[in-house]
């Protein structure tokens, strides 16, 4: 646990190596569910923390966001899909 009483899963120091790379340990990967040629969603924090996830975990919190603010009878694809088809035939 860290002092602001976040639970802490693994913690381990590295160091940035040449070019800015910090490299993940292979345990946390594996516990992260990523390896090799997989991106990830780096964001930097407000207190300064760097954040790293896997893109699956940052769209799905993206899709949560949206299904939250938008009605269940709204399809934002549909919408998407007219406005598309409005805009080819102006050209």
Known sequence: MVSDGRKVAL???VKIIEGGK???PASMR?????SRGDTVVVELLPEGELRVRPLGSAIREAQEIVRKSVRRDRSLAEELMRERKQDAARE
Do not use: E, P, T, Y
């Not at 594996?30 to 990523?34: K, L, N, P, Q």
């Open 22 to 24: 910090l490299v993940i």
């Open 11 to 13: 913690a381990q120091a």
């Open 30 to 34: 594996r516990a992260m569910g990523i």
